[in-house]
């Protein structure tokens, strides 16, 4: 993909993040095509790891079929199809390198509450010698499981938990390298109008344990899902997010509902079956290479 956007008040900061890309590593290029660069550490014999599956990313927003947006934002635009056309379009993420990271964002809002849809790709270049992509995608995966406390997910040796403590001070080159393998974040421009955290009563799951949050089995080379309702004065919000891993690319789906009826939560098998439909119609579709 050939298009960039940048936020207007980074102007300079993206010129330098791009720089700094650029010399550290560069894209997979339009169509797949490209290689990118990475090399062992300097003085290491240890020579790179080899490359991933994937060298490039799909445009998000067009990469999710019409039929499933319209079933996970059910009504939207309802009677007006120009309206229609508008919220199913989605909104990309800004992201400084479109093969490395890429994102789309929905939002549905109707008189009974709020649906938000966001979907991420990320592909991941291991710039660690001796490391491939895809093992330092797995890597990252299992850090975003434990991070996100989901039972039975086990982390491999080099993936310790995000809260435990070093034993000893991280060298700059290794936590600049651990950047370059995550690529830059997308920056999500309308963000502020999904609802602020809630602060009056704690996150709780599925009280299914079948809808539990849980690693899935069945979708890519591994996922996980995890499920959150909270409600506070003003109504009830249920967040969930599948997470998997293709090879070197990993894919965020998240997927929320708010609304200001108290005696209606939003379900969890609504809301997880229709996420976790979109995570396999997106690994099915092999990332658009």
Known sequence: MQRRAYAPVAALAAAVLSAGLAGCGGGGGAGGKGIDAKAGQSGSSVP?????KYHSLPEPC???SPGTLRRML??????DEEEAKRLLKGQAAITYD???????RWKLETPAGTRHLTVDFERVVSYQP????????KQLYERQA??????????????SSPN???????SPGASAGAQKDAGPAPQLGDASAAPSAPTSAPASPSADPRLAPRVLDDLGDDAFVNDRVTATGTGVHRDVTVVFRSSNV????????????KQHVPSSQDLQGKAQGLARELDAGHFGN
């Not at 479109?98 to 789309?104: A, E, I, L, P, Q």
């Not at 001796?130 to 995608?137: F, L």
């Not at 435990?164 to 991280?170: D, R, V």
């Not at 990993?250 to 009826?261: E, F, G, M, N, P």
């Open 48 to 52: 790179a790891g080899p490359p991933g």
């Open 62 to 64: 067009g990469y999710v």
């Open 74 to 79: 059910p009504g939207a635009g309802e009677g």
């Open 98 to 104: 479109t093969d490395r990271r890429v994102g789309c």
């Open 130 to 137: 001796g490391m491939s992509d895809e093992a330092r995608a």
């Open 146 to 159: 434990v991070a996100a406390n989901i039972p039975n997910a086990k982390p491999s040796a080099g993936a």
């Open 164 to 170: 435990a403590k070093p034993s000893g001070s991280a």
């Open 250 to 261: 990993l894919v965020t789906i998240a997927y929320d509902q708010w609304t200001t009826d």
